[in-house]
């Protein structure tokens, strides 16, 4: 089959506006989203951020308090969750404990009125698809973790909604099986064509599944973009901290033309362009774009060099990971493949970096407020 | 060899020598025989229970002399046979108004916040404190014929009905004594339901009225039976509220128990009557057995 072909299967997602309140508390904040048809979107954020509100706003079991919301270019804000036509997942699976795993997976398609022949053959093709096929005459009591959550999904696929929503499906699991089924939701997506929208707190999981990924903060959308824009170009400091690590700089900063420094504990550095808006700067650093050097080795063109003293070595095999605590107090994580001469705790070390390579952003309190 | 051993002196793994000195004597602990647990409730059910039901029967079989004679007397009278037939009769009316009675309350108190449910459950034990005579008392003055219910329907412009001293006004006593019977074990099933089961099925497909006789009502179909079966049970038995609120053609057997043993001071036919009680129930229970077995074990994690 043709990437064409099946892309045609999934429905476009269009939230415009989504804002919900529940009394004084704003759990969705004016978020609008455009999900191409086909697309692995995942919702990302800790909790509270609006994520799950936001699935369960397309899903139907939570109304708006204002904003629209369409898929396939119909708005679907007027009708219940029953005609929607859309799959869910949930995170505790939701089998029906009285009904073998078969009846389960029949059960939207005997809601659709279809007769036993046509219903066997989509239920064995679904359950087929998710490898539970031997499955069939079990109950849920008797399956484990993993295979309850695949049966779960066999359900919610097998009536070939042009939508599959999948609220932390993996949450309840361990990380191996995790591991394993991300790459069976991957499989599945791609056989399927259908538009999956998937909610995760686990940047890991987002970075491994999605085309895109929205990140959530506080009822409102961060940044949407590939994993790749989220980690080399993050817009906020918040997108920056929940993507990856990274270590940020903050310290008295100058503006002379289109050039910001930062004197961080007596040191001046060279931050990047100008930050608009005049808003207090903040220096980030991804772990693999720092590199450690004797104090004796002068910096080369265009690097930077702050001071510190190696608090932590962690040899990882593939290379080793440092933390520097640099002289204002803060600490740096900084990742080194092997041919690099090995650090030791204690020893005192300039922290090197290309000023292409940092990321000025805008300072944020919250940032630092919701990461825990 | 870096076992740790209780006999020092002994050493290894050699069982301890009989009758060897030992540090202190080692009690035996309550742990090792749990069923020493159960011992007080066991003694008290043989004592206030068994003894008093061995004697019973034996005296329906030996009271005035050994033979079948109260068991013919039992079913060759044909009031005896009426009003076993009645008593399972109300016994049922009861459990099918307390089902439809607890049902939505019960779910209620699933549904609603910590707080609000606290009064629920208070209005259900506040009465289940106070005495059932004062309670069936209450319903005397409620359903008498120039009671509270018959004035207000005489005030909507309708005629009087007959409700004390009927089925009726013995059915809803009973009812109200006993809701809490059933209430109690519908709500402890219901909350254990996961309500995300119900949600699902709508995002499968289902209309909220089907989502939930579908996936709701099996579900919590176990806390119907166990509700059903303690207040059918418990109505077969009733007595103070039959003899208050019912008349002549709604006394219960153990009305007719009460008179033969306690007025005519005959043993032997009020034993009859009792262990015929007994064994129809029994029989029910049999019946009804295959009906309540769970086919699947409760889903309730969460």
Same mark, same amino acid.
Request: net charge positive; with cysteine; hydrophobic share 45%.
């Given at each position: ?144 973790? /993993? &295979? ?7 359900? @919610?696929?097998?009536?070939? #909604?042009?939508? %599959? *929503?999948?609220? $932390? ?96 504990? /007596? &040191? ?7 930050? @608009?808006?005049?808003?207090? #700067?903040?220096? %980030? *650093?991804?772990? $693999? ?84 | ?302």
């Amino acid at each position: 089959m043709s990437a064409s072909n099946t892309r045609e299967r999934g429905a476009a997602i269009d939230i415009k506006g989504a804002t919900k309140r529940y009394g004084n508390f704003t759990a969705l904040d004016d978020v609008s989203l455009h999900i191409e048809p086909g697309e692995f979107m995942t919702l990302l954020g800790p909790s509270g951020s609006g994520k799950t509100t936001t699935l369960n706003v397309v899903a139907g079991f939570t109304d708006l308090t204002s904003g629209d919301l369409a898929v396939g270019g119909k708005s679907i804000v007027a009708l219940p969750a029953h005609k929607r036509n859309i799959g869910v997942v949930f995170q505790h699976y939701a089998l029906f404990p009285h009904m073998t795993v078969g009846k389960n997976v029949a059960y939207p398609l005997t809601l659709r009125g279809m007769d036993k022949q046509a219903r066997d053959r989509l239920v064995v093709r679904a359950l087929d698809m998710v490898k539970m096929a031997d499955f069939a005459h079990r109950y849920p009591s008797e399956l484990s973790g /993993g &295979q309850q959550q695949r049966v779960a999904l066999a359900r @919610a696929i097998v009536f070939d #909604p042009p939508l %599959l *929503l999948m609220d $932390e499906p993996l949450g309840a699991l361990d990380k191996k099986l995790r591991e394993w089924l991300q790459l069976e939701i991957k499989r599945i997506h791609r056989e399927l064509g259908t538009t999956f929208v998937y909610v995760t707190h686990d940047q890991e999981e987002a970075l491994v599944l999605s085309d895109r990924i929205a990140v959530f903060n506080q009822g409102r959308i961060e940044q949407v973009g590939t994993g790749r824009q989220l980690y080399d170009e993050p817009t906020t400091l918040f997108v920056a901290k929940f993507i990856g690590e990274s270590t940020s700089l903050r310290g008295a900063a100058q503006t002379s033309g289109n050039e910001t420094s930062l004197t961080i504990a /007596g &040191q001046k550095i060279v931050a990047g362009g100008k930050l @608009a808006g005049g808003r207090k #700067p903040v220096v %980030l *650093l991804r772990p $693999e774009k720092l590199s450690l050097a004797s104090t004796k080795t002068p910096a080369a063109a265009g690097q930077n060099s702050l001071t510190g003293e190696v608090s932590e070595a962690i040899y990882l095999g593939s290379g080793s990971k440092y933390q520097v605590t640099l002289r204002d107090g803060s600490v740096a994580i900084v990742r080194s493949s092997l041919e690099a001469t090995p650090f030791s705790i204690g020893d005192t070390v300039d922290l090197r970096w290309s000023v292409v390579d940092a990321k000025l952003l805008a300072d944020d309190d919250r940032a630092d407020m919701t990461m825990t | 060899m870096s076992q740790t051993s209780h006999t020092p002196a002994a050493g290894g793994d050699h069982p301890r020598p009989a009758g060897a000195v030992q540090g202190p004597q080692r009690r035996p602990r309550l742990a090792a025989y749990p069923s020493l647990l159960a011992m007080p409730a066991l003694a008290l059910l043989i004592a206030a229970m068994g003894y008093p039901l061995l004697t019973v029967t034996l005296r329906s079989f030996s009271d005035p002399a050994w033979g079948l004679q109260n068991y013919f007397w039992f079913f060759s009278t044909p009031v005896n046979v009426t009003v076993l037939w009645r008593t399972f009769s109300i016994a049922a009316w009861v459990t099918i108004v307390c089902v439809i009675a607890a049902y939505p309350y019960a779910y209620l108190m699933t549904a609603v916040g910590p707080r609000m449910r606290l009064v629920l459950i208070l209005c259900v034990l506040v009465p289940f404190w106070v005495s059932g005579v004062v309670r069936t008392l209450a319903w005397v003055i409620l359903l008498q014929d120039s009671g509270i219910i018959n004035s207000v329907i005489r005030l909507l412009g309708f005629d009087g009905v007959k409700l004390i001293r009927t089925q009726t006004g013995v059915v809803i006593g009973m009812a109200q004594v006993l809701l809490p019977f059933m209430i109690l074990p519908l709500y402890s099933v219901m909350r254990g339901i996961d309500l995300r089961l119900v949600q699902a099925a709508r995002s499968l497909g289902a209309r909220p009225a089907r989502a939930f006789l579908q996936i709701y009502l099996p579900l919590s179909l176990p806390g119907v039976f166990a509700g059903a079966i303690i207040v059918f049970i418990l109505s077969l038995g009733f007595y103070i509220t039959p003899a208050l609120l019912g008349g002549p053609r709604s006394t219960m057997l153990s009305t007719l128990v009460q008179s033969q043993v306690l007025s005519l001071l005959n043993w032997g036919r009020g034993g009859a009557m009792g262990v015929v009680l007994l064994v129809a129930t029994f029989v029910l229970l049999a019946l009804a057995a295959p009906l309540m077995r769970q086919r699947h074990k409760q889903a309730s994690r969460s």
